[in-house]
Every structure is written in structure tokens, then in C-alpha cells.
């Protein structure tokens, strides 16, 4: 059977698009410079010239941004029409020179026809899209199917915490059905109360700097906005996860060799970097 969705049910989802539109208003050099060494970090590699790269979900069009300055020859898409938007915002902004080898555009990595004309890349990325989906596991092997032999695959997931991750879904649930004045209230009330919490029980424990020290040391990766990253965070739904090590072994039973992996053991994503067997 044909690996393809298209009668996703859109009423129940994030605006991600409207969230990164007014990230653009606070994108700079800087954020771009963090980006594009955040990609070149994972990768392993300080050039993509050449290369080909797929950006699925390319959100605000960032990493699309920072493998374009790379050399590589890109093309994004997203589900979410702002997202789009946004994307072909930095394409103006900075790509125009290279436009041809700069390509955007629309569509679901659910829909296996659209997704088989693609090709395949030297490069497949999708940073903390594939779980938002609604549908994880045939997103990820639409996926995967876009990779060239002997190409990577740079992708993202949350990590399953148990009966935790099982609350973050409600909190997210309730998130995207409340009236729109009250969306950013109840995300800052939920994360201040969660944090005050969790200083407390470090407290008990005697060790309070646990709780204290990555709030001091807090600092958005890939070029990010704490603010943005934390809308984005409470208000990602649909919401699926999954243990680090299910994804190495689902990887694997699919011939692709982990190149490097961070794992997380909170309420973040797993960062992971496979090659596919020639």
C-alpha cells in the first residue's frame, strides 16, 4: 500500500505560520550566523556546496537560510500557508542572487504523491515537524524515502516522558481551543508555574541550583527567540513523541547508520543525524 494521507483533519492544530511571521520582525545577522552554525555543527561539514537540501516544514525559513549560505542547492516546503510565506520572505530578503537554486513551496509530508515527485537529496532535514503532524511514523517514512544512497537525514523529536508527555498533551490541547487573548497569558502562566515547581522540589532536595542554573544559562539554539520558541512549544499540536533509542533502532532496521545523536531526557527533542547505506 501506498505510504500517503491526505484527509488530515486541520481543525486541531497550531498556527506555527502566524507564530513565525512575527519572528521575522526579530531575525537578525546574528540569529542568522547561530543558525547556520548550528546546521553546520550537526552535519559535520562546513559546506554544502553542491549538495542538494530538502527542508520539510521549513517554518520560518531559517534553516532553509542557513543551507543556502552554505552552497546548497534548497528546496522548502510547509504545510501552514504563513510558513510559506515567511519562508519566501527570506528568499527575497537573501536569496534572490541565487534564486533558481532556492526553491519554495506548499505541501503535506502526509501526501506520498506529492512527496515522491520531490526526488531525493543529499540532504533531508526536518527540525521538530514530523511530531506535529498527526501522523509521526508516515511522516517519517515519506521521509526517509527522500534521502539519497549515501545521503543524511537531520531530523528532530520529542522525546516521550511517559505519563508526562501524556500532560503536555492536555496542556496543548487546551492551548490551541482557548480564545486567542488568552493563548500567550495561559503559555507564560503554565511555564512560570511549571518552573516555580520544579525550584521547589529541587530545593527539597537541597540542590535548588538544578532548577536555577539552566534558566540563568538559557540560550535559544538555531538562531532562535526565547519568546517564539515558547509559544511554539506550548501550542505545537497535533503532539507525538518517542524514546531516543526507538528511533535509532526504527532507523536502523531501515538502513540508516546513526552519525551523531543528542538525546533528551525532558520535555525537548531528540537531535539526531543518520546516513543512509549506499
Known amino acids: 500500500m501506498e505510504m500517503t494521507r491526505t484527509d488530515f483533519d486541520t481543525s486541531e492544530r497550531f498556527e506555527f505560520g502566524e507564530n513565525w511571521s512575527r519572528f521575522l520582525g526579530v531575525l537578525n545577522d546574528e540569529r542568522i550566523d547561530e543558525a547556520q552554525a548550528a546546521l553546520e555543527s550537526m552535519l559535520g561539514e562546513g559546506s554544502l556546496a553542491g549538495k542538494s537540501f530538502l527542508d520539510i516544514g521549513s517554518g520560518s525559513g531559517l534553516s532553509s537560510l542557513a543551507a543556502h549560505r552554505l552552497g546548497a542547492r534548497v528546496r522548502s516546503f510547509d504545510f501552514d500557508p504563513q510558513s510559506v510565506a515567511c519562508t519566501r520572505e527570506l528568499h527575497r530578503r537573501y536569496g534572490a542572487e541565487r534564486g533558481k537554486e532556492w526553491q519554495v513551496g506548499q505541501g503535506s509530508v502526509l501526501d506520498g504523491a506529492f512527496m515522491a515527485q520531490l526526488g531525493q537529496f ?65 503559555a507564560y502562566t503554565v511555564s512560570h508555574t511549571l518552573t516555580a515547581l520544579n525550584i521547589i522540589k529541587q530545593t527539597l532536595k537541597l540542590r535548588p541550583m538544578v532548577a536555577i542554573r539552566p534558566l540563568l544559562e538559557y540560550k535559544p539554539g538555531r538562531g532562535m527567540s526565547a519568546k517564539y520558541d515558547l509559544l511554539d512549544w506550548m501550542g505545537g499540536f497535533p503532539f507525538e513523541v518517542a524514546r531516543y533509542e526507538v528511533l535509532v533502532d526504527y532507523m536502523g532496521a531501515r538502513g540508516f547508520d546513526l552519525l551523531k545523536g543528542i538525546p533528551n531526557r525532558g520535555s525537548g527533542c531528540h537531535e539526531l543525524v543518520f546516513q543512509k547505506r549506499a
Open 122 to 186: 543529499d540532504v533531508v532535514y526536518s527540525w521538530g515537524v514530523l511530531h506535529h503532524t498527526g501522523s509521526m511514523w508516515l511522516a517519517l517514512e515519506n521521509t526517509i524515502q527522500r534521502v539519497a544512497d549515501g545521503g543524511r537525514l537531520f531530523i528532530a523529536i520529542y522525546n516521550d516522558e511517559g505519563w508526562w508527555s501524556r500532560v503536555w498533551w492536555l496542556i496543548k490541547y487546551y492551548y490551541i481551543r482557548m480564545p486567542r487573548m488568552l493563548k500567550t497569558p495561559y
